[in-house]
């Protein structure tokens, strides 16, 4: 029986991502990383996962805080993925700069998890600067040319921001490395999917479900994207300046709204949440690949340390 007529026994929480040759889940009470060595075992890492906050149970807050603890925690595995599936052939003191070398000695462990955090704020800074800021600026570069009115501005403004972000995902997805990454995330999602649909976690069960799944960090980007033209649709234009300050101030709100929205679509069968999660489905086909069987084992490897004994602890 295929998975569009199975129905879902409930839907969880556990999540995960994809990594270089290996993959990352999160459940209720631990995270696992797996990755698939130059030798082909698989070797995997358990940790626990980070004390709740109480800002974590506030809506639209949570949503900006765990964003920010993604981007953190995920360059974290990532690095790691690629020195385990790398091996003998990963030289740490040739990976690490003089900078880095003189922290590690001087300043120890913690100071390194500092400069991770930081490494990984800056890619976030980076992708803001892409997809926030460039677009303002490319508008009001072109109303020193053309008279625009408000609506015809915040309408160029958002095709250029989907734009620049779908070019992106399409571009990055054509290297080599990063489209084994995105086999990986397939893998991630039908191992899910399984799990979600009560069957054993098997490479032939796996291997039958679907590769796209609404609860997506592909998903919640391009939410963040949609639902920032209409959030960023009432600032003014008067000074593009003070338009792209504005924005940066709102982006937290956009991150929580679609946080927000994602977990809803996540647990709501409705016409209305379908159509919301759309959007995140389509852009899928640029991030998520059909896995290798091997792929598959690795997510298997991953996911089962995560899961809590009683399904009921990990639902969404």
């Not at 600026?137 to 008279?147: P, R």
Request: hydrophobic letters at 45%; proline letters at 5%.
């Amino acid at each position: 029986m295929n998975q569009q007529a199975k129905k879902e026994c409930f839907k969880t929480s556990v999540g995960g991502q994809a990594l270089m040759e290996g993959i990352m889940m999160r459940g209720p009470k631990l995270i696992c990383c797996a990755v698939r060595k130059p030798d082909g075992t698989i070797e995997t890492k358990t940790d626990p996962v980070p004390a709740r906050k109480a800002w974590m149970k506030i809506p639209i807050v949570r949503g900006a805080v765990a964003m920010i603890e993604s981007l953190i925690i995920g360059y974290q595995y990532m690095m790691y993925s690629a020195q385990v599936s790398m091996g003998d052939d990963y030289d740490e003191e040739e990976e690490e700069t003089a900078f880095e070398k003189w922290v590690g000695e001087h300043l120890g462990e913690k100071a390194e998890k500092v400069l991770l955090t930081a490494a990984a704020v800056v890619g976030g800074l980076g992708a803001i600067l892409l997809f926030t800021v460039l677009p303002t600026l490319v508008v009001a570069a072109l109303g020193h040319f053309v008279e625009l009115g408000r609506w015809p501005r915040v309408l160029i403004e958002g095709v250029l921001k989907v734009g620049i972000f779908l070019t992106y995902m399409y571009l990055i997805s054509r290297m080599k490395e990063i489209e084994r990454v995105f086999r990986y995330h397939g893998a991630e999602h039908k191992t899910i999917a399984c799990y979600e649909a009560g069957e054993e976690l098997t490479v032939e069960n796996v291997r039958k479900y679907t590769r796209f799944h609404p609860r997506c960090g592909t998903s919640f980007l391009i939410l963040v994207v949609i639902v920032s033209v209409f959030l960023y649709s009432v600032l003014p234009w008067s000074n593009a300046g003070l338009r792209v300050v504005l924005k940066l101030l709102l982006l937290p709100l956009v991150m929580g709204i679609s946080y927000e929205l994602l977990k809803w679509c996540g647990r709501s069968d409705s016409v209305i949440s379908h159509l919301v999660r759309q959007p995140g489905l389509w852009v899928q086909r640029l991030t998520v690949f059909e896995p290798e069987d091997s792929m598959i084992e690795v997510a298997i490897a991953a996911v089962k340390p995560v899961l809590p004994e009683n399904p009921e602890e990990g639902r969404w």
